[in-house]
């Protein structure tokens, strides 16, 4: 065991034990190999992006029973390194290179993606996990940042429109071997797309209904013409719209409503309007509120009740102190 303020060095060999998918995610680190405990770094090549882990299970049929991992040429026979090895639940220590390998075994391989295409009709081994994962391209992330800073700058100065910019720059991303047509496959999650899309139509069946105008109007006459507390309201009323419809949506409707109400009641409609700016853009109660919480909401493996325990506080706060601020910071009523 190592305390959390080691520093680490070049060549210091790490002993993990844990779960198969938390070391796949180590191994993304930059600058972190995996190796045997032999002391030979694992050398399947020098191109080490299209490796793959692997768990299995040797059968009864495997062809080096009782051999052990070294003078069974593993390596060599079946293009794959033996990272780990358990048996009946429990990690074998000791140098991989001299375990005999019994039926049961079950081996964590880094191998090529070959290796799985074969022992899915081999004898040898069960195939019970296959990770999937690519190591990242560490090497084309100065890339990857120049491509992200151009676009957001060509949308930002509004040279392209935003959609334009994202379609180049996801294109630029794949041209300059940044990522694979097959992980740019797997980045898209038709769940969460899906979700998006039903939160737009859910978004337009209140507008269109006349659900979403009946709240606003009738929360808002509850001032009683007092405009600090209209203020708030206000806030408050978009803010809960926003979590159920998206945040355009929520402004889209609200801003004609209070721009005829302050100027009917002969309000300064400026506060009014930052407040529809700041709690249309305070999304975080639920996933629904923004797109960006549904992109992370099934990844990231969270709950609806995550957002509502962690989003509420801060759209209190975020609340709170956009109406100290307006109240403090712009004269309510018309002069």
Request: glycine residues 8%.
């Amino acid at each position: 065991m190592v305390t959390p303020n080691e520093i680490l060095q070049d060549g210091d060999r790490l002993v993990f034990a844990g779960d198969t998918q938390a070391l796949s995610d180590l191994l993304r680190i930059n600058g972190i190999i995996a190796s045997t405990e032999n002391g030979h770094i694992n050398t399947l090549g020098t191109d080490r992006t299209e490796r793959r882990l692997v768990e299995v299970v040797v059968s009864p049929h495997f062809s080096a029973l009782g051999y052990n991992i070294r003078d069974a040429k593993f390596r060599d026979r079946y293009d794959a390194v033996v990272l780990a090895v358990a048996r009946h639940g429990e990690r074998l220590k000791g140098n991989l290179g001299t375990i005999r390998l019994e039926a049961g075994d079950t081996l964590l391989l880094e191998a090529r993606p070959a290796f799985v295409s074969r022992q899915r009709y081999s004898k040898d081994f069960l195939l019970i996990n296959d990770l999937d994962t690519v190591p990242p391209r560490h090497e084309r992330a100065y890339v990857s940042w120049a491509i992200l800073i151009g676009v957001v700058m060509a949308a930002g100065f509004d040279i392209i429109s935003m959609l334009n910019a994202a379609l180049i720059g996801a294109g630029l991303m794949l041209i300059t071997g940044c990522c694979s047509v097959s992980q740019a496959e797997k980045s898209l999650d038709l769940t969460i797309i899906i979700t998006i899309a039903a939160s737009f139509a859910l978004g337009v069946a209140l507008l269109n209904t006349g659900v979403a105008t009946f709240l606003a109007t009738n929360i808002i006459d509850l001032s009683n013409g007092i405009p600090w507390l209209m203020l708030i309201l206000i806030y408050t009323v978009v803010s809960l719209l926003t979590e159920i419809i998206t945040n355009n949506a929520t402004a889209v409707l609200m801003l004609p409503i209070v721009l005829e109400i302050t100027e009917k009641a002969g309000l300064n409609n400026e506060p009014f309007v930052f407040a529809i700016m700041m709690a249309a853009s305070a999304s975080f109660a639920t996933p629904l509120g923004y797109q960006t919480n549904l992109m992370v909401y099934g990844p990231g493996g969270y709950r609806f009740s995550d957002f509502l325990r962690v989003g509420i506080p801060m759209n209190l706060v975020i609340g709170i102190v956009t109406i100290c601020i307006l109240l403090i910071g712009w004269p309510l009523i018309q002069r």
